[in-house]
């Protein structure tokens, strides 16, 4: 069974099944996936992924939604593509957690400090069976306010895109044993407030596009939960 998470209903708005709630939260039960809404930012991320997975079996989750493109990225709004591995920017010092001396996570003798790797087999297939290219994602609980704040973090941490959830979720499936991926859409460039420049519909339907042809109830071989 895929666990499906994405931060607003909005952007899952294409998935059918049996409503629930979950924390309060809406959640769909549809053909071989359970959906939920985890809400903004990384703390809801994780702690929906963890809560659902302490009561149910998780085989695979995927966590998607949109994502502002950082300058340079050669990124544009309505791309859709897949991240490999999370920045958790926002934890410890300017330069990351090394210099506290503490790793953010161990699992099997591996300590894991600012940066998460989504699952590498998982994330291949998908980019094969949907061709799509895999980014670098940066999380932060703020988002940058401008192209300047965007463009140091973007170069600081080699990104490509910034969202307020990846590297939470990514973490979070390391800890858990859950083989997870991540698709994001891009909406706005990233740093810039003016919602002018803003395409939400767009990415909100090219996700779709993206997802609803292996989440109609048919996982391609190899993908099925
Ligand atoms: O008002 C603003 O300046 C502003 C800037 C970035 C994002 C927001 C949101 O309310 C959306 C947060 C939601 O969408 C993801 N997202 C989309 N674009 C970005 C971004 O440029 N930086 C960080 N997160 C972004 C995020 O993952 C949340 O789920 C408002």
Redesign the pocket.
Known sequence: MWLLLS??ALEASFLRGEPFSFLGRKGLRGEGFVWLETG?GKVNVALTLAAWASRNPVEKALLF????AYPGSGLLPGDVVLVGEEVEADLGTQEGLKPLGFPALEVEGKAYYNCFPLDSGLTRALAQVLDLQVVAGLTRDR???TPGEAEALASRWGAQL????GAAFARACLALGIPGVEVRAI??P??V?DKGAWRIPLAVRTLEGTLAPILGGAFPEGLQG
Not at 65 to 68: E, V
Not at 162 to 165: L, N, P, R, T
């Open positions: 931060p607003t903004i939604g949109i994502a502002g988002v940058s306010e910034e969202s307020m959830e909406s706005n990233a740093g407030r």
